[in-house]
């Protein structure tokens, strides 16, 4: 059960660094549990009511998700979001930081929620059905991990079962789709943006492109797993066949269906425009013999421990760049500065009662602290009964 709990944390500290929101339902607006609270209906409200929604249609809220605390840009911030901020976030912090350090690190927590939801609607990105689907499977995925203990298992953690799926499926699903729609857009400022950085670090870094034939080795048939002398001799004829049909190419662009006929090497799969990298980044025969040779031109054989390649370096190109994963971290860094510009902008305004029920998660996170430390393994129990009854 402690390997569940673990796992369910874990998950749960990644939400931090996930953009997210807990918010209210559209029609809590006059509800008691507002404490004063004025929410607003405006279009962006509706729209995040309206994708929670879709998430209450398979797991409902409980009463700490129903609670306002705060407003953030006009959304709301439940008790459960709170809960979670004060348990995770303020408690341990306690004594290693700052109060104003611990308050800034919650309200960007909940500007970073905020500036999720606000850029979807701007951008107007919209759950499908086959989303709505993926949420559902993700859901009933934990049911039928933690079977009857799903209904009690997170009593144990500082977050309602919305909480937990709003931000490790439905917002994390929403912050995917925009990913993508702006992936595939290759006009936006944030694709450019990406491209002339990655660009630029992979002129400053020496990035060059090939594509390559390989004729793998076999598995080795010898006691010890290496190859035999006839398997080597093999592999090497069927190279040179190849070998002898590159040399004989009366253009470049044959290259690509010798490749397409004799490649053995499954990544080209996935790299069609070929691989893209630097110094280090590939074995060493591989590196020093792609770096050698002038563009448009092939090599001859170059063995490895994978077999013989013959490789061709190409000029790089926008597409080879984009298939790189320097040009993926670079659009996911993009992309989050251009999502979150506004964050900082937010106005947090917080409930009457939000220092109190503050007070009240904090005292709660005491008391579990308190039971942890008091817990005895079952396994020392079981030794200490032993060893009672033996006397």
């Given at each position: 059960m402690k390997k569940i709990l673990a796992l369910i944390l874990a998950l749960t500290m990644v939400v931090c660094f996930a953009l997210t929101s807990?918010?209210?339902?559209?029609?809590?607006?006059?509800?008691?549990?507002?404490?004063?609270?004025?929410?607003?209906?405006?279009?962006?409200?509706?729209?995040?009511?309206?994708?929670?929604?879709?998430?209450e249609e398979f797991e409902p809220k409980d009463e700490l998700d129903k609670e306002i605390l705060a407003t953030i840009n006009g959304l709301p911030i439940s008790a459960a979001a709170v809960r979670y901020t004060t348990m995770v976030v303020k408690a341990p912090s306690v004594g290693s930081m700052s109060d104003e350090e611990i308050k800034t690190e919650i309200e960007n927590f909940y500007k970073e929620n905020a500036a999720l939801v606000d850029f979807a609607f701007?951008?107007?990105?919209?759950?499908?059905?086959?989303?709505?689907?993926?949420?559902?499977?993700?859901?009933?995925?934990?049911?039928?991990?933690?079977?009857e203990e799903y209904e009690t298992i997170f009593e144990e953690y500082p977050f309602t079962k919305f909480f937990y799926f709003s931000q490790t499926a439905l917002y994390q699903t929403l912050y995917s789709k925009i990913y993508e729609q702006f992936m595939a857009d290759t006009e936006s400022d944030i694709t450019k943006k990406a491209l002339e950085e990655t660009r630029k670090y992979g002129e400053e870094n020496d990035y060059i492109r090939a594509k390559h034939i390989l004729i793998q080795f076999p598995e080795g048939e010898n006691e010890d797993g290496s190859l035999t002398d006839a398997?080597?001799?093999?592999?090497?004829?069927?190279?040179?066949?190849?070998?002898?049909?590159?040399?004989?190419?009366?253009?470049?662009?044959e290259f690509d269906a010798l490749v397409a006929e004799y490649n053995e090497d499954p990544g080209m799969q996935s790299y069609p425009e070929g691989y893209y990298f630097g110094k280090g980044e590939m074995v060493k025969p591989f590196e020093d013999a792609a770096y050698a040779l002038e563009e448009g031109k092939t090599s001859g054989l170059v063995e490895t421990d994978f077999g013989y390649h013959i490789?061709?370096?190409?000029?790089?190109?926008?597409?080879?760049?984009?298939?790189?994963?320097?040009?993926?971290?670079?659009?996911?860094?993009?992309?989050?500065?251009?999502?979150?510009?506004?964050?900082?902008?937010?106005?947090?305004?917080?409930?009457?009662?939000?220092?109190?029920?503050?007070?009240?998660?904090?005292?709660?996170?005491?008391e579990l602290m308190a039971e942890e430390e008091t817990e005895v393994p079952a396994e020392e129990s079981s030794e200490e009964l032993s060893e009672e009854t033996a006397e």
């Open positions: 807990c918010t209210a339902e559209k029609n809590d607006n006059n509800n008691d549990s507002n404490n004063g609270l004025a929410l607003e209906e405006t279009d962006l409200f509706l729209y995040n009511a309206a994708l929670e929604e879709a998430l701007k951008n107007g990105v919209e759950l499908e059905e086959k989303d709505i689907t993926a949420i559902k499977a993700n859901i009933t995925g934990m049911q039928l991990q933690l079977g398997q080597k001799a093999e592999t090497l004829a069927k190279a040179n066949e190849v070998l002898d049909k590159v040399n004989a190419m009366a253009s470049e662009d490789i061709q370096r190409l000029p790089v190109t926008d597409e080879v760049i984009k298939n790189g994963n320097a040009y993926t971290s670079l659009f996911g860094e993009a992309l989050y500065e251009e999502l979150s510009k506004d964050a900082d902008s937010y106005e947090i305004v917080y409930a009457d009662n939000h220092d109190e029920r503050v007070a009240d998660f904090m005292a709660e996170y005491e």
